[in-house]
């Protein structure tokens, strides 16, 4: 079962989709993970995508596909999640091709609707664990024990560097412009499924299961 998880940037995708990947044993995958990677690997596609990383806007779509297929190729699971990707129609159009190709397909695209005023406080209060990528939040999800995570024992935390209010202005420009059309795309296409991302985690993953069984 292949899905995707849709929507704005903070609106809980890769939190949702490391709860499938532990429950379920799917794949994750993360074009922003992968970008932010590749940004760390001192290649020249690292400092490429660095600068457009960091205000905010939109990498190309060669670079993003090719890092998808290459993931595609070279993992197997139950099934795939992709988070933060598609995020134009040219993705959307390529994604389906390469599982025509694998011989998938999709199975759901679950959008996640959270609004504006919400994503502002989610994007400004996002840590992350820096040795197992455990997302926190200073207020709605704060580690047990302070700057310790609660589920590998790090204490090294990480915030983002495109996490402030300005490049996130950039980044919700981006996903009205380019990536809110793919909501009328995969509606049409008979495969949108809406929760509302505004409810409580644990709320937002019974939401999902209940869609996914
Ligand atoms: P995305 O991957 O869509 O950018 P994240 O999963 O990183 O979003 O979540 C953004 C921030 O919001 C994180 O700090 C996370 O802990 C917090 N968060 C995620 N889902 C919820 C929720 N349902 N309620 C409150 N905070 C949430
Ligand atoms: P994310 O971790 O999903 O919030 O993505 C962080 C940043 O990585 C975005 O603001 C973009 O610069 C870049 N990025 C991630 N996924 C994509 C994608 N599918 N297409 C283009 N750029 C992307």
Redesign the pocket.
Known sequence: MNIILLGP?GAGK?TQARHLVETRGMIQL????M??EAKTSGTEMGKKVAE??DA????T?EI?IGLIEEKLQSEAGAGFIF??????LA?ADALAALLAKLGQSLHTVIEMRVDDEALVKRISGRFTCGNCGEVYHDETKPTKVEGVCDKCGGTEMVRRA?DNEESLRT?LM?YYKKTSPLIGYYYAKGDLRPVNGLADIDEVTASIEAILS
């Open positions: 940037p890769g993360s074009t922003g993970d970008l932010r457009i990383m905010g806007k939109l990498v779509d993003v988070d933060g990707f598609p995020r134009t993705q495109d980044r981006e």
